[in-house]
């Protein structure tokens, strides 16, 4: 049996590993190297939940980020249960081998009500004034003050949000990936698990905030190459066996793709007012889209209007691929959680959720760090307004006002999708920007299917018992 530590270096792809990454590409050097035919739709959820169980969406059910769950009527994103995912997981399967075997899954996605050992996981306590308090979730529970007394607060601000990927007063740009790694470093310290399972999302923010060509993106592959090398030097002088991988490679964007604008545009969005303000009812339109990264899950609920949505998805600028039922089935997606129609991107296009068509009737949450309330994923949360005058000034008048104790609304987020230059979710043209898994690997050519990333960890453990 070997000890094995994966290292999930959110965004990395063969091209990215150059004079920028130098111990990274030493350890290259010594170990083999695959591209992963990405997990489609190539985003975290469904890729990790397609490396634990090897397999795909239509039987794990994990076919987004988030998805429109029908008997609620609710669109929702990040949840956080394990047992959304479908089937038996790596760690199941690899404990009734191993006598002994121990797993600790290190801000992996869902993470909350596990069967791993150890787990800790991103999770904000909300008490019943509105007040909102960045945290996480640990299990066992004495896992969270341990790590908190031996690192400080995880800096949440820096995982996600305007202060991710920059400088800021939360901390280094790299605060919470480095505050991740620490804290898996502490668990092998404290619990020596079998396999430990590390998300490190540095990458994540800058390459979407920026684009994957920018100059500036030097730096953090630099930052990145840093921690993920002291975290490979520590442990394999553990005689742990170390692999790197990644769940998609980000590719640059010049044009958001608003559908239930459209949808509105022809009648079949309904909107609610509240406030003085629009909400999407979901389950009341005829026909809306649940926006993902490059790929959208389109709900057609009057069945009738299925060719003419396909139609208007097929003429739409910057749409690559529209899936009905047949479609669906050929790559894995055909499952209840998914859309009537699932569409996916061309490479430089990317979804928004909006569907409102004026700024001034957007929702209150739309100009905040939101991701539960949204019905869709939004990388505009983060940029800054750039219209705010003397916006650190404004943020910092919030917080005081927070910590007096007043209700505030940190509305600082723009709406303009155009800002966005890097996303993932379809399937690049070229390998290059594929996603992809470096170690002692017992692999054959040189790239593998996503769904092969589980046995290939699963034999990274057992193979001194075969």
Not at 42 to 65: D, I, K, M
Request: aromatic content about 10%; hydrophobic content about 40%.
């Amino acid at each position: 049996m070997h000890r094995v530590a994966v290292l999930n270096v959110v965004g990395l792809t063969r091209a990215l590993v150059g004079p920028s990454m130098p111990r990274l590409r030493r350890f290259m050097e010594r170990h083999r190297l695959a591209t992963i035919d990405p997990a489609l739709p190539a985003v975290t959820c469904t890729a990790q939940s397609t490396y634990v169980t090897g397999q795909l969406p239509s039987s794990h059910g994990v076919v987004a980020n988030g998805w429109y769950h029908r008997e609620l009527a609710e669109v929702q994103f990040w949840k956080q249960s394990n047992h959304i995912v479908h089937g038996p997981k790596l760690w199941d399967i690899l404990r009734s081998e191993v006598p002994g075997f121990t797993c600790a899954k290190t801000f992996w996605w869902y993470n909350m009500y596990s069967t791993a050992d150890f787990s800790v996981t991103p999770r904000p306590m909300y008490p019943a004034d509105g007040r909102k308090f960045f945290d996480i979730y640990s299990w066992p529970y004495d896992l969270r003050p341990a790590l908190k007394a031996k690192l400080g607060d995880f800096p949440f601000p820096g995982f996600w949000g305007p202060a991710a990927g920059v400088h800021s007063p939360q901390g280094a740009p790299d605060c919470a990936t480095r505050w991740i790694a620490e804290s898996a470093r502490w668990i092998e310290d404290q619990h020596h698990p079998t396999l430990q399972l590390v998300y490190l999302p540095h990458l994540d923010y800058n390459f979407q905030r920026l684009g994957p060509g920018h100059p500036a993106i030097q730096e953090d592959l630099r930052r990145v190459d840093e921690i993920i090398g002291d975290m490979i030097d520590d442990f394999e002088s553990r005689d742990i066996r170390v692999i790197v991988l990644s769940e998609y490679g980000i590719t640059p964007v010049s044009r958001p793709i608003h559908l239930n604008r459209l949808f509105r545009e022809k009648g079949w969005l309904t909107i609610k007012e509240e406030l003085g303000l629009e909400l999407l009812d979901a389950g009341n339109s005829k026909v809306f889209a649940v926006a993902d990264h490059q790929v959208a899950h389109v709900h057609v609920q009057d069945a009738s209007l299925i060719p003419a949505v396909r139609t208007l998805l097929e003429s739409t600028p910057g749409i690559s691929e529209v899936l009905d039922a047949h479609g669906k089935q050929r790559i894995g997606l055909d499952h209840t959680r998914s859309g009537d129609l699932v569409v996916f991107s061309a490479e430089d296009a990317w979804f928004t959720y909006y569907y409102w068509l004026e700024d001034k009737r957007a929702p209150d949450f739309a100009r905040c760090v939101d991701i539960h309330r949204k019905p869709g994923y939004d990388p505009v949360e983060l940029f800054l307004d750039p219209n705010l005058s003397m916006v650190k000034l404004q943020i910092g008048w919030r917080l005081l006002k927070k910590k007096l104790g007043f209700r505030m609304l940190m509305d600082v987020i723009p709406l303009d999708a155009n800002l966005v230059k890097g996303s993932h979710g379809c399937r690049p043209a070229s390998q290059e920007d594929w996603p992809v898994i470096v170690g002692d690997l017992d692999i054959e050519g040189g790239s593998i299917g996503s769904t092969d990333v589980f046995g290939i960890i699963r034999r990274s453990v057992l193979s001194t018992l075969r």
